[in-house]
């Protein structure tokens, strides 16, 4: 699978961030950053695409290792507004403070800014995964909805399924599994690709079921 031919399949979020766009207003505000983070994606897809076409290739890792803390930060944010952390708010900062000091350490410190930060990929990957999984069961056990119609069962479904499959091709990329055929590593990249069609999809669908905001009424 060449690279136009996976950029285009990327594009599949188009339709995550147009009903976005066209429920923004009405959506319960505590969704916010799952918004923010699907017209991101879109963004720097785009502007990925546009720089790794460019004669300066290398800021296309600029822009990813960039957007893997805006990523991890806009999920542990919507967590949050999920009340994982009990509403806490000092449970809530120390998880961004320390991923912010990783995303530092090993983009800065142990590497550079032009060298793909493959090491926090895997770890903040995994906290999204722990966070979901969390978060999945209690939506499983505690919603008397039907779970279908629950946004959250999508989107923690989605973060499951694509950031499982990210980690593995992350650990590829450390040589974690130096034994790997190139048609293993070119298999693994078509299974992320296809994940990543299915996760937009389901964030799609999550969007759809994202309840309406609640309007008050003040007591007189």
Not at 39 to 51: C, D, N, Q, Y
Not at 157 to 172: D, E, H, K, N
């Amino acid at each position: 699978m060449n690279d136009t031919v996976r950029f285009v399949l990327s594009l599949s979020i188009v339709f995550a961030v147009l009903i976005g766009i066209v429920r923004f207003r009405k959506i319960d505000k505590s969704y916010y950053p799952f918004l923010y983070r699907i017209f991101l994606v879109l963004i720097i897809e785009i502007t990925a695409r546009l720089f790794f076409l460019s004669a300066e290739p290398r800021h296309f890792t600029v822009v990813i290792n960039t957007f893997s803390i805006l990523d991890y930060v806009l999920f542990t944010w919507l967590f949050h507004n999920w009340r994982l952390f009990n509403g806490n708010r000092t449970v809530f900062i120390s998880f961004l403070v320390a991923g912010f000091a990783a995303w530092i350490f090993i983009t800065f410190v142990i590497q550079n800014m032009l060298t793909p930060n493959f090491a926090f990929r895997v770890l903040y990957s995994a906290i999204l995964i722990a966070f979901s999984v969390n978060t999945f069961n209690k939506a499983v056990v505690n919603d008397r909805r039907n779970i279908f119609h629950n946004p959250k069962f999508w989107i923690c479904l989605g973060i499951i399924i694509f950031y499982t499959f990210f980690i593995l091709v992350c650990m590829v990329n450390l040589n974690v599994f130096r034994s790997a055929t190139k048609l293993f590593r070119q298999n693994l990249q078509i299974i992320n690709v296809c994940s990543n069609i299915l996760v937009n999809f389901l964030y799609a669908v999550a969007i759809v079921w994202i309840p309406r905001k609640q309007n008050f009424i003040r007591p007189f």
